[in-house]
């Protein structure tokens, strides 16, 4: 099976986290990244090495698609040179509402036109909590659906961790192996002059960590982890006087620019599908986002 050429437009966060991705696809392939001019220069991490860095996609081969990572400012007019050039994208710029939709509009004139496909708002959200969405108002028509946004991090256990002598700060996330078995994973700034292995036996001696499985890793600092870790409560309510008071409820806790990452790489998996217009993930079917995988549940 031939790979689909995919190039990478922009190399910020989630650029990064596209490319990487794209490495290690068994059915995708980075055909190259484009950077602004001044940018070239600047070295990658060894394992894009080989991989073409240019400033424009038309230095680019056998490139059937491409990834917009972009700030959303930049977006359309970087999708409507792209689609000018016969090429589909890819885009995950955060709008909602009305802004979205008025986006999602000039996109699809733009594809018409040119006569290719093209998925917008292909991103965390809007993007992947649009389809949790979409469910659960099928599941429960008539109802209500609230969601909120969280920090990634469990506050009372992390509070736990930084009242132990010698941690500055400290960063407290959980998650559940394939088997069910919770798993603590508790980052921590260290103190220079403390005993960094009495501080670690400190913390998994402590009677909160005692009944599940406690990871404890020193690190500089946990600034960095707490913006990428964020959290998200989707949940829905069927109106007062509906049998059985319908209640839905997810969580999710992640990193949003690998989760992002994740969609853009699946969307690009459906653009072979496609007609000519905008589609946002709500409109594809969601086989088409596996492509050739075969990890799909029924």
């Given amino acids: 099976m031939k790979k689909i050429g995919v190039a990478l437009i922009g190399y910020g966060k989630v650029g990064k986290a596209c490319g990487e991705l794209l490495l290690s696809s068994e059915d995708l392939a980075l055909a190259g990244i484009i950077r602004r001019p001044e940018s070239r220069g600047q070295s990658l991490p060894e394992v894009f090495h080989g991989i073409p860095v240019v400033s424009h996609l038309h230095e680019l081969q056998e490139v059937r ?7 959303p400012d930049m977006t359309e007019g970087m999708a409507h040179e792209i ?6 994208i890819v885009e995950c710029a955060m709008l909602e509402g009305q802004a979205f939709r008025a986006h999602k509009d000039a996109i699809h004139r733009a594809a018409t036109r040119h006569k290719v496909p093209a998925i917008v708002g292909a991103g965390w959200d809007p993007g992947a909590i649009s389809l949790f969405r979409s469910l659960f108002a099928m599941l429960i028509p008539n109802g209500h659906t609230h969601t909120s946004h969280r920090s990634g991090k469990n506050l009372h256990h992390t509070i736990t961790v930084e009242s ?30 403390a005993d960094q292995d009495r501080v670690i036996e400190a913390i998994r001696s402590d ?22 870790g964020q959290g998200l409560m989707l949940e829905r309510r069927g109106r007062v006087g509906q049998i059985g008071h ?9 990193n949003v620019v690998a ?15 496609l007609h000519t217009g905008a589609y946002s993930l709500n409109e594809i079917p969601l086989a088409n986002l596996w492509g050739d995988h075969n990890e799909i549940e029924e």
């Avoid at 689609?83 to 589909?88: A, D, H, W």
């Fill in 246 to 254: 319908q209640h839905l409820l997810m969580e999710a806790r992640g």
């Fill in 164 to 193: 132990v002598p010698g941690v500055k700060n400290a960063l407290c996330t959980e998650q559940r192996t394939p088997e069910g078995r919770l798993q603590r994973y508790i980052y921590v700034e260290i103190d220079q002059e």
């Fill in 207 to 228: 009677p909160l960590f005692l009944q599940e499985e406690t990871l404890v890793f020193p690190v500089e600092t946990v600034t960095a982890l707490e913006e990428q």
């Fill in 65 to 71: 698609c491409a990834l917009l990572c972009v700030p």
């Fill in 83 to 88: 689609l000018q050039m016969g090429i589909p």
């Fill in 259 to 273: 989760l992002t990452a994740e969609v853009m790489l699946s969307a690009a998996r459906a653009i072979p599908t």
